[in-house]
């Protein structure tokens, strides 16, 4: 099975953003986030799937309301995000694997092979590009915030803000993913190159490179080999497997201290 | 001198507990001003409603255009947090508009060395950390340092030195300093004016005229072990 040029690019700039944002989930303790947020996109991609919408635009529209809610029940109540996002995403879950057809259920959860049109591989490459500017754009802000709040507020920053812009942005890589990783395994590819990368660096400068590159390999070298396979499951489970291989081989051999 | 900070009639509660209420006080510009009180008598709290991180009624009057620069009590850092404590100076420096000349020179103010700030926040002893977060503060030229118990986590010799520290920065920079404390011997030794607060103003004002061991008994409920260094300071 040969794999489109496009798709192979596309997955390189989406895994350089997941692997970028992913190092501030893991820092803002929001591992839980990233996983929750593919299963949010569930009844999204169901309905999408049953109305014969592209059921990435139902994806996105579920994880946007998702984010929203969640920036805002953590707003305005006392509740942490990890309970908020909890109860947000068993309820996703249930719904989504009620209402999607059970045909697409595989594909909805763990990914597959598509073929891109022009207009969707340059509206998604925008998009990841977005999210690494972002990303790169903002980091100092992001450090300080998650460091302590209050630091934020004595240096210009709005936290509020910051925040929900982080959560959109991350919502957004989340619906990126779903195109080749599916709802169950987008989380993993947010957090998995973030840990291996968090447990070699010493410096933050070192952690985002390491987590942008060991996304960018795992992902490449996943879907070779996944092309030479013949797997309903799509790409995906092999992505992960190799990104948690090379956070194994870290921990193994442990270059920290 | 002119006033730096006017609070009028401030409160804060949460939900139906009232935390603090109808405090008011005035710093004058240069001075040092010590809170005291027991623990949950919401100093802390009182210093984020001045960095306006907390919401709350009645007022809070800085004078126009003053930077602050603020020192929390202690952090729940993970210990392997991949920031350099380089990398978290910079981070202000970069959201302040400045580059890493700033940040070099705020190392050197708090006698941290450039080696030790290029070591994970989470590697460094409790007394390098605490002068990381006084050079965070320092960035930008503040006109007035809160600090939120400087010496919590730090060793006994280091307690000293970060005295010594806060004292060399405010005669250096003209500095207006408001600091959070326990040791009350410090409080004597430092501070112009003293703060006794538990949930409301229990005494204001020189604390060679206010801290009476009555006052302090008063003020945590039990009678305070406390003695000065020197009587004829002044």
């Given amino acids: 099975m040969n794999i489109d040029i496009n798709y192979l690019i596309l997955s390189t700039i989406i895994a350089a953003a997941a692997g970028l944002i992913g190092c501030f989930a893991l820092m803002k303790k929001m591992t839980l986030a990233s996983d929750a947020f593919g299963h949010i996109a569930l009844p999204g991609l169901g309905l999408a799937i049953l109305f014969g919408i592209n059921p990435l635009v139902g994806g996105a529209?579920?994880?946007?309301?998702?984010?929203?809610?969640?920036?805002?029940?953590?707003?305005?109540?006392?509740?942490?995000?990890?309970?908020i996002i909890g109860v947000i995403f068993s309820a996703s879950l249930a719904i989504g694997s009620l209402i999607t057809p059970e045909e697409h259920l595989i594909e909805a959860l763990f990914g597959g092979f598509q073929k891109i049109d022009s207009a969707e591989f340059a509206i998604a490459a925008l998009i990841s590009l977005?999210?690494?500017a972002f990303i790169l754009k903002n980091k100092e802000k992001l450090v300080i915030s998650l460091i302590s709040q209050d630091l934020a507020?004595?240096?210009?920053?709005?936290?509020?803000?910051?925040?929900?812009?982080?959560?959109?942005?991350?919502?957004?890589?989340?619906?990126?993913g779903l195109r080749y990783s599916g709802a169950l395994l987008m989380g993993s590819l947010v957090i998995v190159p973030a840990a291996a990368a968090k447990y070699i660096s010493r410096s933050l400068?070192?952690?985002?490179?390491?987590?942008?590159?060991?996304?960018?390999?795992?992902?490449f070298s996943g879907l070779l080999v996944a092309s030479k396979m013949d797997l309903s499951a799509g790409p995906g489970p092999i992505i992960v497997i190799i990104a948690s291989l090379i956070f194994f081989a870290g921990l193994i051999l442990k270059p920290k201290n | 001198?002119?006033?730096?900070?006017?609070?009028?009639?401030?409160?804060?509660?949460?939900?139906r507990i009232k935390i603090l209420s109808g405090l008011s006080f005035s710093v004058k510009e240069g001075s040092s001003l010590a809170v005291i009180g027991p623990n949950g008598a919401g100093k802390t709290l009182l210093f984020k409603a001045l960095i306006g991180a907390?919401?709350?009624?009645?007022?809070?009057?800085?004078?126009?255009?003053?930077?602050?620069?603020?020192?929390?009590?202690?952090?729940?850092?993970?210990?392997?947090?991949?920031?350099t404590a380089f990398e978290l100076l910079y981070s202000k420096a970069k959201t302040m508009g400045l580059g890493s000349k700033e940040v070099e020179e705020a190392i050197e103010l708090v006698d941290l060395s450039l080696a030790d700030s290029k070591q994970p926040v989470g590697n460094l002893s409790g007394g390098q950390f605490q002068r990381t977060l006084i050079a965070f503060a320092l960035i930008g030229d503040p006109d007035v340092l809160l600090f939120d118990e400087p010496t919590a986590g730090v060793d006994a010799p280091g307690q000293n030195k970060i005295y010594e520290l806060i004292n060399r920065l405010k005669k250096e920079k003209n500095l207006t300093v408001l600091l959070i404390s326990h040791d009350l011997t410090l409080v004597y030794e430092y501070a112009d004016e003293v703060l006794c607060l538990n949930r409301e103003k229990m005494c204001f004002g020189e604390p060679r005229k206010v801290l009476e061991p009555k006052?302090?008994?008063?003020?945590?409920?039990?009678?305070?072990k406390y003695y000065i260094h020197d009587e004829h300071r002044h």
């Fill in chain 1, 153 to 176: 507020a004595t240096s210009n920053i709005d936290v509020k803000k910051l925040n929900l812009y982080f959560i959109l942005f991350f919502g957004l890589t989340v619906i990126l």
């Fill in chain 1, 61 to 83: 529209a579920a994880l946007l309301i998702g984010a929203v809610l969640i920036w805002l029940v953590e707003n305005k109540t006392k509740i942490s995000s990890e309970a």
């Fill in chain 2, 54 to 83: 907390e919401a709350h009624s009645g007022e809070v009057k800085w004078k126009p255009g003053v930077k602050i620069g603020y020192i929390p009590q202690k952090l729940d850092l993970e210990r392997d947090l991949p920031v």
């Fill in chain 1, 205 to 219: 400068k070192t952690m985002l490179s390491a987590a942008a590159a060991i996304s960018v390999v795992s992902t």
């Fill in chain 2, 215 to 224: 006052a302090l008994e008063e003020l945590y409920g039990s009678p305070q």
């Fill in chain 1, 130 to 132: 977005g999210v690494i």
């Fill in chain 2, 1 to 15: 001198m002119a006033d730096i900070l006017e609070v009028n009639n401030l409160s804060i509660s949460f939900g």
